[in-house]
């Protein structure tokens, strides 16, 4: 086979792949919107929330420029909310649920450690340097999800979301876990652990469910952090306290 040959072949797979990824997206968007309509809203309404709310922390900030390089917060919702909510909304059209479970624990420990990052170290100019303090003053995770909840006076959301996540998704024995007692239960692998994209079948509707709840939760965390976040900045005279309000 010559190279123009090799060439057509690639270029017709990479049709063909693109052909598959676009059929499956709309397939499971439809399969959302009709057989698990509010998991699709709380996707869809953590990526809104994103957009229209929090956003404006950074964009009515009188030195939003010069604050930007400075806080953990809007180092946050520039680029770990925005980009980890449209990752969540599209790894779930994809039918790739254990990426939307690992995105949301990866957006709920970049939720915790800028916010701590900023409340405990202040004094530094910059948002990398206060990240490195608070790591370098102590790496374990488990015990800034118990500072975050006990500062926002939240019992244990944090920290019971974050093993929650750990345990059953991100850890490599968690997601082994689901598809050997998926098999066991329902004669079948899950459709996540064949290939990506896929679409969904009925047997996905308890995973769909138990990410909505996650999304739920998540969502309840990140307005309680971004309330006490704005209220900080008013207090501080760069924002209104009520701009969730």
């Excluded at 009188?62 to 909510?85: D, K, V, W």
């Excluded at 652990?193 to 769909?208: A, K, N, Q, R």
Aim: proline share 3%.
């Amino acid at each position: 086979m010559g190279h123009e040959d090799t060439q057509q072949t690639l270029e017709g797979g990479v049709e063909d792949y693109l052909r598959h990824t676009c059929e499956a997206l709309e397939k499971n968007c439809r399969f959302l919107h009709e057989r698990a309509p509010e998991v699709l809203e709380q996707i869809v309404d953590l990526l809104n929330e994103a957009f229209t709310k929090y956003l404006g922390l950074v964009l009515k900030h009188p030195a939003r420029e010069r604050e930007s390089t400075r806080r953990a917060m809007f180092y946050l919702i520039n680029h770990a909310l925005l980009p980890t909510g449209s990752a969540i909304w599209l790894n779930a059209l994809s039918g790739n649920l254990p990426a939307c479970f690992v995105e949301a624990r990866f957006l709920l420990e970049s939720l915790v450690k800028c916010y701590l990052a900023d409340l405990n170290y202040s004094e530094k100019e910059s948002f990398w340097e206060r990240i490195r303090a608070l790591e370098e003053e102590d790496r374990n995770i488990s015990r800034w999800m118990r500072e975050a909840d006990k500062r926002l006076g939240l019992g244990k959301a944090f920290v019971e979301l974050w093993r929650e996540l750990s345990e059953r998704w991100a850890h490599a024995g968690g997601a082994m876990r689901r598809i050997l007692e998926t098999v066991e239960a329902k004669g079948r692998p899950p459709s996540w652990s064949l290939i990506i994209p896929m679409e969904f079948v009925e047997e996905d509707l308890d995973s769909l469910q138990e990410l909505g709840q996650v999304l739920g939760k998540l969502r309840r965390l990140l307005k309680a952090v971004m309330e006490s976040y704005a209220q900080q900045l008013g207090a501080e005279g760069g924002q209104s306290s009520g701009l969730f309000a």
